[in-house]
């Protein structure tokens, strides 16, 4: 053989070979190919979204959590001011009790002051009136009177 006969050969045995890859071979190959770019393409988007769903709810927390502060102090400052009315009300309170108190101790002591006063008045009353009967029972006497005046002064 010649070796333009083998070239010519060995040419169309490389044809069909080409041919046959091509037909049967090379459609899998791509077909294989194609399904992995596209499972990565997914994957690449799934985690392009599941990062955009992160951030979205990163901030959706962050405002929840901003807001339950915002609340949470409010309550805290209602609380303080509710507290600060029940201690002043009871302040209040307490110092009405007290002037009442007060009041009716000083009633008190003056209804004391005059039954004790009434009572020194009867006392001084009644010793006058034995002062007088023993002086009008003995004689008179200048002596005898101022004995008995020192110790009518001494009873008072």
Do not use: C, Y
């Not at 979204?49 to 805290?76: C, G």
């Not at 209602?78 to 009633?107: H, M, P, Y």
Request: aromatic share 4%.
């Amino acid at each position: 053989m010649s070796i333009n006969a083998t070239l010519f050969v060995q040419a169309i045995v490389f044809l069909i070979l080409v041919l046959f890859t091509m037909k049967f071979v090379w459609p899998p190959i791509a077909k294989a190919l194609d399904e992995r770019a596209q499972k990565i393409a997914d994957g690449l988007a799934a985690a392009d979204r599941a990062k955009s769903e992160l951030t979205a709810a990163n901030q959706r927390v962050e405002k929840e959590l901003a807001e339950t502060r915002n609340e949470t102090t409010q309550r805290l400052a209602d609380a303080e001011r509710r507290a600060q009315a029940i201690i002043e009300e009871a302040k209040a309170r307490a110092g009405e009790e007290g002037n009442k108190i007060v009041a009716a101790a000083r009633a008190e002591a003056e209804q004391q002051t005059v039954r004790a006063r009434e009572a020194l008045r009867e006392e001084v009353a009644v010793l006058a009136v034995k002062g007088a009967e023993q002086i009008l029972r003995k004689e008179v006497d200048a002596g005898v009177h101022a004995d008995l005046l020192s110790r009518l002064k001494t009873e008072l």
